[in-house]
């Protein structure tokens, strides 16, 4: 099993920044891959980046590039969202996931969830 907690979700102005952590414990060693959904009310949950541990390649989706970047600390097992220029259609739950294959959008390919953190973006 792998355990994940995100945190550094908040309330911000546009045009702000934030930077969310997922920190993963339990048999880390098995995760390749770790994305960041989102899911704002009303809304289905959409993928926003997601980041292979061992080569670290990385993959954003349209709406977020340029403004996120995703990255990790392999000593840390944790894994980041720096989200530049924030726009208040950014305002969702974003959750952190892992998966143990090389997928990275699809959110019904994760196998492990954490439990969430709220960012609002206010104009």
């Known amino acids: 099993q792998v355990q994940l907690v995100e945190s550094g979700g908040g309330l911000v102005q546009a045009g702000d920044s934030l930077r969310l952590s997922c920190s993963a414990s339990?048999?880390?060693?098995?995760?390749?891959?770790t994305g960041w959904f989102r899911q704002a009310p009303g809304k289905e949950r959409e993928f926003v980046a997601a980041?292979?541990?061992?080569?670290?390649?990385?993959f954003y989706a349209d709406s977020v590039k340029g403004r996120f970047t995703i990255s990790r600390d392999n000593a840390k097992s944790t894994v980041y969202l720096q989200m530049n220029s924030l726009k208040t259609e950014d305002t969702a739950v974003y959750y952190c996931?892992?998966?143990?294959?090389?997928?990275?959008?699809?959110?019904?390919?994760?196998?492990?969830w954490g439990q969430g953190t709220q960012v609002t973006v206010s104009s």
């Open positions: 996931a892992a998966r143990r294959d090389s997928g990275f959008s699809n959110s019904r390919g994760y196998d492990y």
């Open positions: 339990g048999r880390t060693f098995s995760i390749y891959t």
């Open positions: 980041i292979h541990w061992s080569v670290g390649s990385t």
